[in-house]
């Protein structure tokens, strides 16, 4: 009597993937189609941040997120109650708000007047009765989904069926957790910085560990050979520990030498910088000293949009203080690498000369981003562009 096993011999394994090893094709980081595919297969149902949950702290008070088409904004209520909307006003289409963030007792449209409040009921009209088909009661702003994950709020437009932000950042749940994010205040202003480059350009570096000895020494200098990286499903990590061999650097070794102790972290993350990458283009770079966010959203084919904040614990120290500059003019200079590299990739890619390179096993991210790139869209399987008009 044949057994489980000899059932399970018996079946041929699933054929390996012949591209598993291969970037994908250097007509994805331009072709218009291959863009507006995207924008609807993988911006529209992920998860963006928008801002931190000290930011709106009083009611009225909302932050905005321009991307894929759709400007949201995120406003806490007089109920105290978080949402999010289309800043679109539902009689003629007119931006409600301007600007990156603000409070409002309530939303008003500058054109015609109609007056929203901060629910998203719509709850005056000029001269209503001479709207014949308006329903007010259906006429509130358009809703979008928000998420609330450990102070951070994040939007996505379509749901799709993919999972939250906490799911997809459970395995790291308890990493995380000394580092009290939901405590954490803004330390200056988001920067948003145009790059033009293809936002999948961005992200391939971030992920990118073997880039670190060749293009950054700053970097090599402070982890030495401790940088490290890994890939689970839909959040890259990477990381490294600051070296005690002081850096030939001024800024690198005042750093080194000035960080002080944060009494709420584990001895073993005093000098340890953390970074995750959520799918597909949010990362959170985790210091002992602070916590940055950042996101690269398309802006065009070739072109994207870098969105950026620091957040910190209260800490009046002056050694801290100065730790904090010191951090930001480290990553000054590698932000300034990273922007030559990347530059230097598109560029590249527009050569006929170029099609898909190879990838190493140590790339695991950009294998992961590359395989679940092609899932979501077949047609970056093709090492040539289809003709144009494609996508429609």
Known sequence: MATLRDTFDTIDPLPADSLDGWSLPAWTYSDP??????????????????????????????????????????????????????????????????????????????????????????????????????????????????????????????????????????????????????????????????????????????????????????????????YGVEAEDRVDRMWGDLADRPSANWSERLYQRLLPPVPHLPEDKQRHWLYFKLWPNVAFDIYPDQVDFMQWLPTGPTSCLIREISYVLPDERREMKAARYLNWRINRQVNAEDTALITRVQQGMQSKSFSMGPLSDKEVCLKHFCARMREIIPEARLEKAPKAGWSK
């Open 33 to 226: 189609d291959f863009h507006a595919v995207e924008m609807e297969r993988i911006f529209r149902p992920s998860w963006q941040v928008v801002c931190h949950d000290s930011d709106i702290p009083n009611p009225g008070d909302w932050h905005s997120i321009d991307y894929a088409g759709e400007n949201v904004i995120l406003v806490r209520g007089a109920d105290r109650v978080v949402r999010a909307f289309a800043n679109v006003c539902r009689h003629r289409g007119s931006r409600l708000v301007d600007g990156a963030a603000g409070c409002a007792k309530k939303l008003v449209c500058p054109y015609h007047a109609w007056t929203y409040e901060l629910d998203g009921r719509l709850s005056g009209v000029p001269d209503s009765a001479s709207y014949p088909t308006l329903d007010k009661g259906r006429a509130g702003l358009a809703p979008v989904e928000a998420e609330r994950w450990r102070g951070f709020w994040f939007v996505r437009l379509a749901d799709d069926g993919g999972p939250s932000v906490a799911s997809m950042m459970a395995p790291y749940e308890a990493m995380i957790d000394p580092y009290r994010f939901e405590e954490l205040g803004a330390l200056g202003r988001v920067t948003l910085r145009p790059r033009d480059v293809n936002w999948k350009n961005v992200g391939d570096n971030y992920s990118d560990g073997l880039h670190i000895p060749v293009a950054h020494p700053g970097l090599t200098r402070l982890f030495g050979k401790s």
